[in-house]
């Protein structure tokens, strides 16, 4: 209610519960505002237009549209049909009428794919609308300022359907598709074996045509992803029905790498989506980044000088780290071998509780941080509790542990 003029306290007081109550009504006097259609039309409206989709039908999913926007509309829709959709829903969250015979509509659009998705995959959505002969038709449709576009507003989409992923790529060759489904479906069971928690079992991967797409899917520019092979999405700590899990690969840093390190990145990923669940405000990143190295690195018979290059050549230098990573040290687009350094740090912290107390101490940790209601607090209660031991401690022995393993 702030910025708007007139009323004295009393109707300032009932203006403020009616926009509680989610009521309306509460203006300044004056003549009405030009009409609009009310929130239940539009929902209505969208309701159709996604229950087409879903059907296939693709004259309904016309029907709620401007023809100017059918050619373009046709070809989404082409495009859908390699995606095993689930479910699809629009929620209308405001609807401002913009003049006699329009309105601007703000939605989330939710999808979920069928057989992966326990809780849909979530964006934002502005819309307008026109007034026609007594119906409302949608005459755009647009990601909201800041909000990711999706796979298949980038091209035609190309799937590949694994054992325990699904693939969905845009300007990437049927051989690339299956190569990183054969990945993804050995990272499944890699992170099982790390993981004992309650998790899908499977992943989907989407892979753009180029990083600057990358950086349309995640909503922002693409020099912040240069180098860096793959990103997860999701909410931390959601529950079952938070917005779904995508892994989404950069073609040009994912096609430079080895056998060895596109496997590495594909485990990493899943290790993300398996302890979405447990990864809360309260995990630092050095826990939820080390711990998906270490399930990455597990098993592989990589030397610690092999699995943390930059950090080893740090020691050698005599620049061993003064403390555990800050989460500031994991931002994208800044120097990337202090990026390097910072997983790396967070990877041997992840290994030396593994070393010294055991790999179910340390997945017992992990839960245990994310448990925590608030960050303050919670890695030194994990500490105590599940290690025995204190900040300062963990700390020099992280210390020791990273001159002894790289030195």
Request: glycine share 14%.
């Amino acid at each position: 209610m702030a910025g708007r003029s007139g009323g004295v306290a009393r109707g300032a007081a009932v203006c403020l519960l009616a926009a509680l109550s989610a009521l309306t009504g509460c203006t300044s006097a004056g003549p009405p505002g030009p009409a609009g259609p009310s929130s239940k039309e539009v929902q209505n409206l969208l309701d159709g237009h996604a229950k087409a989709l879903l059907d296939r039908d693709e004259a309904g999913y016309l029907a709620a549209l401007d023809p100017a926007l059918a050619p373009a509309a046709r070809t989404e829709f082409d495009r859908l049909a390699k995606v095993p959709l689930g479910g699809v829903d629009y929620r209308v969250t405001d609807v401002d009428p913009a003049g006699e015979g329009r309105a601007t509509v703000e939605a989330e659009l939710g999808y979920r794919i069928k057989g992966y998705d326990s809780g849909p995959s979530t964006t934002a959505r502005v819309l307008d609308l026109a007034e026609r002969d007594g119906r409302w038709y949608v005459t755009g449709d647009r990601a909201a300022e800041g909000a990711p576009q999706q796979l298949w507003q980038q091209g035609a989409v190309e799937s590949v359907t694994g054992r325990r992923s699904l693939v969905l790529g845009v300007g990437q060759s049927e051989e690339r598709l299956r190569e990183i489904a054969a990945a993804a479906d050995r990272a499944v069971p890699a992170v099982g074996r790390a993981w004992n928690g309650s998790w899908a079992g499977r992943i989907v991967v989407l892979v753009p045509a180029s990083v600057e797409a990358m950086g349309r899917l995640l909503g922002g520019p693409a020099a912040s992803y240069r180098g860096i092979a793959a990103v997860t999405t999701g909410q931390a700590g959601g529950g079952p029905q938070a917005p779904a899990d995508r892994v989404i690969v950069n073609p040009d840093a994912y096609a430079v790498l080895g056998a060895f390190g596109r496997q590495m990145v594909l485990t990493h990923e899943t290790t993300h989506v398996a302890t979405r669940i447990r990864t809360t405000a309260a995990t630092p990143v050095w826990l939820s980044e080390g711990f998906a190295d270490w399930v990455a690195y597990r098993g592989s018979g990589r030397t610690a000088a092999q699995a943390a290059p930059e950090l080893a050549r740090a020691v050698r230098a005599g620049d061993l780290p003064a403390g555990l990573p800050e989460d500031a040290d994991f931002g994208f687009g800044g120097d990337a071998d202090a990026l390097a350094r910072a997983y790396e740090g967070g990877w041997l912290a992840c290994e030396m509780i593994a070393d010294r107390w055991g790999a179910p101490a340390l997945t017992g940790f992990y839960r245990a941080v994310g448990a925590h209601p608030a960050r303050e607090g919670a890695p030194e209660k994990a500490l105590h509790d599940v290690l025995g031991t204190t900040p300062e401690q963990f700390t020099a022995d992280w210390r020791a542990y990273v001159g002894q393993r790289l030195g």
